[in-house]
C-alpha cells in the first residue's frame, strides 16, 4: 500500500495522484479528516517494532506491515471536534490528536518520501521568514533586506530592478526541478539550495527566487510547494523512489 495523506481540498496533492496513476501507481488518498473519524486507531511497539492498524468510516483498514510508501502532505488538523466538545475540551482532543498522529507517523518514518513528521509541523518543521532567510544566508544565497515591525509587519527591501523575474522551484531526492525548464538554475546556486534544504530537514522543499540581470536572491521557502511546478520530471523521481521503498519493503529474492 502506498498513501497519500493529505488535507481535504489539497489540490498539488489530488495532481499528483492523478499522475502517478497515470503511470501505473496505485495510491491511496487518506485525508486527515478520515483519521481523525476513523473506527478504530491502534498503535503499539511489539518487540521493538512499531505496528498500527487504522479502520476508517468507508472499511479501509491500513496495516503498518503492508505499508510501503507514504506520501505526507498533512499541513494542519482540521477543527472537527468545536462542534462537538466545549472548547477547552475541543483543544485538549485536538492536543491529543496531534500526539497521537506524530507518533503514528514517526512509527513509519522509513517509509516516509516527504516530509517527516516534526513537533512544530506534521509534515516538517515550521519556519518563519526571518528563520528561512537566515538559513538561506548560511546557505550561500543573497538575501534583500528585511525588517520586521511589530505596527507595519514584514517589509522586504526589493528595489524595482528592469528585467527582475520571479523564479520558482521544488528540490527533491537530490535533484532540482524549476518550474520552466526553459530557465534552470545557475550552476553556481545548486549547492546553496540543497544546503538549505539539508537545514530545514526538508525531503521536499519548494523555493522563490528573485532573479536580476546581476544577481540571484532567496525571497521564501516552504514544505508545501505546489507539486505540479516541478512537472512530469518531479513526478518521474517521485516515481522512482516510490519503487526504492517498494523493492526495500519487499526485497526481490
Same mark, same amino acid.
Given at each position: 500500500?502506498?498513501? #497519500?495523506?493529505?488535507?481535504?481540498?489539497?489540490?498539488? +496533492?489530488?495532481?499528483?495522484?492523478?499522475?502517478?496513476?497515470?503511470?501505473?501507481?496505485?495510491?491511496?488518498?487518506?485525508?486527515?479528516? $478520515?483519521?481523525?473519524?476513523?473506527?478504530?486507531?491502534?498503535?503499539?511497539?511489539?518487540?521493538?517494532?512499531? !505496528?498500527?492498524?487504522?479502520?476508517?468510516?468507508?472499511?479501509?483498514? =491500513?496495516?503498518?506491515e503492508k505499508?510501503?510508501? &507514504?506520501?505526507?502532505?498533512?499541513?494542519?488538523?482540521?477543527?472537527? @471536534?468545536?462542534? /462537538? @466538545? *466545549?472548547?477547552?475540551? +475541543?483543544?485538549?482532543?485536538?492536543?491529543?490528536?496531534?500526539?497521537?498522529? #506524530?507518533?503514528?507517523?514517526?512509527?513509519?518514518?522509513?517509509?516516509?518520501?516527504?516530509?517527516?513528521?516534526?513537533?512544530?509541523?506534521?509534515?516538517?518543521?515550521?519556519?518563519?521568514?526571518? $528563520?528561512?532567510?537566515?538559513?538561506?544566508? *548560511?546557505?550561500? @544565497?543573497?538575501?534583500?533586506?528585511?525588517?520586521?515591525?511589530? !505596527?507595519?509587519?514584514?517589509?522586504?527591501? +526589493?528595489?524595482?530592478? $528592469?528585467?527582475?523575474?520571479?523564479?520558482?522551484?521544488?528540490?527533491?531526492?537530490?535533484? =532540482?526541478?524549476?518550474?520552466?525548464?526553459? $530557465?534552470?538554475?545557475?550552476?553556481?546556486?545548486?549547492?546553496?539550495?540543497?544546503?538549505?534544504?539539508?537545514?530545514?530537514?526538508?525531503?521536499?522543499?519548494?523555493?522563490?527566487?528573485?532573479?536580476?540581470?546581476?544577481?540571484?536572491? @532567496?525571497?521564501?521557502?516552504?514544505?508545501?510547494?505546489?507539486?505540479?511546478?516541478?512537472?512530469?520530471?518531479? &513526478?518521474?523521481r517521485i516515481?522512482? /523512489?516510490?519503487?526504492?521503498?517498494?523493492?526495500?519493503?519487499?526485497?526481490?529474492?
Amino acid at each position: 500500500m502506498i498513501l #497519500l495523506l493529505q488535507n481535504t481540498n489539497d489540490r498539488p +496533492a489530488t495532481w499528483l495522484h492523478q499522475q502517478l496513476a497515470a503511470r501505473g501507481v496505485y495510491v491511496v488518498q487518506v485525508t486527515v479528516d $478520515e483519521i481523525l473519524t476513523s473506527k478504530q486507531f491502534s498503535l503499539q511497539m511489539i518487540e521493538g517494532q512499531y !505496528r498500527s492498524a487504522i479502520t476508517l468510516q468507508r472499511g479501509l483498514v =491500513i496495516e503498518s506491515e503492508k505499508v510501503q510508501a &507514504v506520501i505526507n502532505r498533512i499541513q494542519y488538523l482540521p477543527a472537527l @471536534f468545536e462542534s /462537538t @466538545f *466545549k472548547k477547552q475540551d +475541543a483543544e485538549y482532543v485536538n492536543q491529543e490528536w496531534y500526539a497521537m498522529l #506524530l507518533s503514528w507517523l514517526h512509527s513509519l518514518q522509513p517509509k516516509v518520501l516527504f516530509n517527516e513528521a516534526a513537533p512544530t509541523g506534521m509534515a516538517g518543521e515550521r519556519y518563519n521568514n526571518q $528563520e528561512w532567510m537566515m538559513m538561506a544566508a *548560511k546557505a550561500g @544565497f543573497s538575501v534583500l533586506p528585511y525588517w520586521h515591525d511589530h !505596527r507595519q509587519g514584514e517589509t522586504i527591501d +526589493a528595489a524595482p530592478v $528592469e528585467e527582475a523575474r520571479i523564479q520558482s522551484l521544488i528540490a527533491y531526492d537530490g535533484a =532540482i526541478f524549476p518550474a520552466s525548464p526553459h $530557465e534552470p538554475l545557475p550552476a553556481s546556486l545548486t549547492a546553496p539550495v540543497h544546503d538549505l534544504q539539508r537545514q530545514a530537514g526538508a525531503q521536499l522543499l519548494g523555493l522563490q527566487l528573485l532573479v536580476t540581470p546581476n544577481d540571484t536572491y @532567496f525571497i521564501s521557502a516552504t514544505t508545501f510547494p505546489i507539486l505540479s511546478e516541478g512537472g512530469k520530471a518531479l &513526478v518521474s523521481r517521485i516515481r522512482q /523512489t516510490i519503487q526504492q521503498k517498494q523493492t526495500i519493503t519487499h526485497p526481490v529474492s
